[in-house]
Each structure stands twice: as structure tokens, then as C-alpha cells.
């Protein structure tokens, strides 16, 4: 069974940092693209940032930024522990949002267009307010 599982929410302050973590069982993610996506309340979903898959050699971990992101999240990931994360800087409120990881046999840019991923996790609340 495929599963995805966020962690590292929560609450902070504006300039702040979190680390999100999205864990994945019950497929070989190394062969898959894993993103970040999020929607905030009233607002569409948006790729926030996607990373290729480890196997591919032409688009070996290549990585994909939203524009309003670039310079403060960084994505990495451990196909060793199945794990994706987001690392997440200078945060400001129009960050705040449920975040979501997707997976997709897909490189990083097609990953982060819609229609977005084939499986999804459930998401995490992060909150950026004073």
C-alpha cells in the first residue's frame, strides 16, 4: 500500500524556519519524483517545490522552484530512508498552509504542473503569524 506521511508542521514566527518531512512505504521511491504542494484557505493548490528522482542520469536530482520560494525553501531528499524533506527559511505569513508531498514517475517540472502528483499524502498545517 502506497503511503505518504508529513511531519514537521506547526507554528512560527515570520523569519522563521521549519523543516518538513514527508516518509514514503509501499513503493520504490527512488524511482519517483517527490514534491511539495500546498493550498491555503480559499486559494488553489500550488507545486511549491519538486525534486527528480535519484535514477534518472539526465535529470539526476534535478529540482524545481515556485517563484515566490526560490532563495528561502531548499528540497532534498534520502532514498536510503525513504524520505523527502523541505527545509523552509525566512518564512512569511503568505507562506502559511496545509502542505502536501505528491510522488510521480515524472521529472521534477512535470511533477509540479498540474495535474500534479499520482499519490499524496494527507498533509501538514503550517502556520507563520506573530
Known amino acids: 500500500q502506497v503511503q505518504l506521511v508529513e511531519s514537521g508542521g506547526g507554528l512560527v514566527q515570520p523569519g522563521g524556519s521549519l523543516r518538513l518531512s514527508c516518509a514514503a512505504s509501499g513503493f520504490t521511491m527512488d524511482y519517483y519524483a517527490i514534491g511539495w504542494f500546498r493550498q491555503a484557505p480559499g486559494k488553489e493548490r500550488e507545486g511549491v517545490s519538486c525534486?527528480?528522482?535519484?535514477?534518472?542520469?539526465?535529470?539526476?536530482?534535478?529540482?524545481y522552484y515556485v517563484d515566490s520560494v526560490k532563495g528561502r525553501f531548499t528540497i532534498f531528499r534520502d532514498d536510503a530512508k525513504n524520505t523527502v524533506y523541505l527545509q523552509m527559511s525566512s518564512l512569511k505569513p503568505e507562506d502559511t498552509a496545509v502542505y502536501y508531498c505528491?510522488?510521480?514517475?515524472?521529472?521534477?517540472?512535470?511533477?509540479?504542473?498540474?495535474?500534479?502528483?499520482?499519490?499524496w499524502g494527507k498533509g501538514t498545517l503550517v502556520t507563520v503569524s506573530s
Open positions: 525534486i527528480s528522482s535519484s535514477y534518472s542520469s539526465t535529470y539526476y536530482e534535478s529540482t
Open positions: 505528491a510522488a510521480k514517475f515524472a521529472t521534477a517540472q512535470g511533477l509540479c504542473a498540474p495535474p500534479f502528483g499520482d499519490y
